[in-house]
């Protein structure tokens, strides 16, 4: 029989069994906000086609729609972090809920293609925050000896998230007869797919309001009496409160507030670790992994799949998404960062080389021989698989550990920034790049797998098992 007497942390601090539950709801709570990151960022992948049919737009022009989600993304992310700092954790989390829940009711609901971008934009600002506030927010309230498995839930929510989209994609297609543009209720089934997001997004809303604030916020802005009694539903009755404020205010004051200019340095503007933190962000989004995401529905119809079908594998996609990165979660503090990122650079290789050869098979009226169909199908997932169990989780790792402390806010975010750009090329470019040869795109991806895997090799250090401050 195990024991079941709570993990002692390092500091000698036992984390409470019977607050457990209660920590476990405010993390899921805060973790929503991945939900809606997952699901907004893809949700858009039902509605591509009768986007550009509704509209009568050009591949370049839908691109730019798609896409421009991604420009309010960065904005939200940029921002966040400041914002969090002067009101708080929480109200940050409702402006988020407010701007997804505007974006879903907007984006539903265009007049014209101008203002449906607009709705992306603001639902991008809503991404970005989610992106930073949920995990900054569950670091700060998680018990340090649950801290690991509880931050984990940020990424399992994303992933969900991306899944159940596509998932009410598939099942509202089914419902309006499989045409994106059929009639449900007086709307037309696309403006339903991205009209839905209103629900989580109002959930998301709420269940703000029924968890507390950070204890590191309320300790900055002089609530230390409030402070107190959070840390204690967090961490138990048990725990010397005053330590604990004072371990956190010690924390706090000892930060080096890094800037830009920290990151100046060497022969190439940016220090050499800065770099490799960009190539890495770089190097997870030109393999093309969010075609997968914004772009599958419509691939699969431009090689002759029904759109019910198409939906389907989207969905199926998704679940892979999911396998794979539970599988990286089980083995990045076992087998390591860098063996998982060379297994997923090799696969990810040859899913794409077989998409590519596959692709090419294409036919004068635009499907694919059975058997290169069934190549690319199987392929298109081993790809997701491959990505989800390595580049998908072990960069955001890498990120996490690599930098010294006295950069690591700054590089982190200049990192984060670069991989949102990135995001936005290949987003931006899919359309365009399909109609002129998809073979060849897909080929382009493979040929960034193949050189991700010399980049890490050469200058990607190994961080399992080492202590932040060990980063130079």
Same mark, same amino acid.
């Given at each position: ?48 086609? #009768? &986007? ?5 737009? =050009?591949? $370049?022009?839908? !691109?730019? +729609?798609?896409?421009? %989600?991604?420009? *309010? ?52 600002? #809503? &991404? ?5 506030? =949920?995990? $900054?927010?569950? !670091?700060? +309230?998680?018990?340090? %000896?649950?801290? *690991? ?324």
């Amino acid at each position: 029989m195990t024991s079941t007497a709570p993990p002692t942390t390092p500091e000698g601090r036992k984390a409470q069994p019977d607050h457990l539950g209660h920590v476990i709801f405010i993390t899921a709570a805060a973790a929503m906000g991945g939900f809606l990151f997952g699901y907004d960022s893809s949700v858009i992948n039902g509605a591509v086609e #009768a &986007i550009r049919g509704r509209y009568e737009v =050009g591949s $370049a022009g839908l !691109a730019q +729609v798609i896409a421009i %989600a991604l420009i *309010g993304c960065a904005i939200g992310a940029a921002t966040a972090g400041r914002i969090a700092d002067r009101i708080g954790r929480i109200r940050v989390m409702q402006i988020a809920a407010a701007l997804f829940t505007v974006s879903a009711v907007g984006s539903a609901l265009p007049f014209a293609l101008w203002d449906l971008a607009m709705w992306r934009v603001l639902g991008g600002i #809503a &991404i970005g925050m989610a992106s930073v506030i =949920g995990p $900054a927010y569950i !670091a700060e +309230v998680a018990p340090p %000896a649950y801290r *690991g498995r509880l931050g984990s839930f940020q990424q399992a929510a994303i992933v969900i998230g991306i899944a159940i989209s596509q998932l009410v994609n598939w099942g509202i297609l089914n419902l309006a007869g499989g045409d994106q543009r059929g009639k449900l209720a007086g709307l037309e089934a696309w403006q339903w797919m991205l009209g839905v997001m209103v629900v989580p997004a109002v959930l998301y809303g709420l269940l703000s309001f029924a968890i507390p604030e950070s204890p590191r916020f309320l300790i900055s802005v002089g609530k230390t009496a409030k402070a107190k009694e959070v840390l204690a539903e967090v961490e138990g009755h048990g725990v010397d409160l005053d330590t604990r404020v004072a371990e956190i205010k010690e924390a706090m004051r000892r930060e080096h507030k890094s800037s830009f200019k920290d990151l100046l340095g060497g022969k190439f503007g940016f220090l050499p670790i800065v770099w490799i933190g960009i190539g890495l962000s770089v190097f997870q989004q030109l393999v093309g992994i969010n075609v997968a995401f914004y772009y599958s529905s419509t691939l699969w119809q431009s090689v002759g799949i029904d759109p019910s079908s198409s939906f389907f594998y989207s969905f199926t996609t998704s679940i892979i998404n999911i396998i794979g990165t539970v599988i990286a979660m089980v083995f990045v503090d076992r087998i390591g960062r860098r063996p998982l990122a060379l297994i997923g650079s090799a696969g990810m290789a040859v899913a794409l080389a077989l998409e590519a050869w596959a692709f090419a098979s294409k036919t004068a009226d635009g499907t694919l021989p059975t058997a290169q169909g069934t190549v690319a199908l199987v392929a298109a997932h081993a790809f997701v698989l491959f990505f989800a169990l390595s580049w998908g989780v072990v960069v955001w790792v890498f990120l996490g550990e690599m930098f010294p402390n006295k950069i690591r806010a700054a590089a982190l975010g200049v990192a984060a920034c670069a991989q949102w750009i990135a995001n936005w090329a290949i987003t931006a470019s899919f359309p365009s790049l399909s109609d002129w040869n998809l073979s060849g795109t897909y080929v382009i991806y493979m040929i960034f797998a193949l050189l991700s895997i010399p980049f890490v090799l050469k200058f990607v250090k190994e961080t399992k098992g080492k202590a932040l401050e060990e980063m130079g």
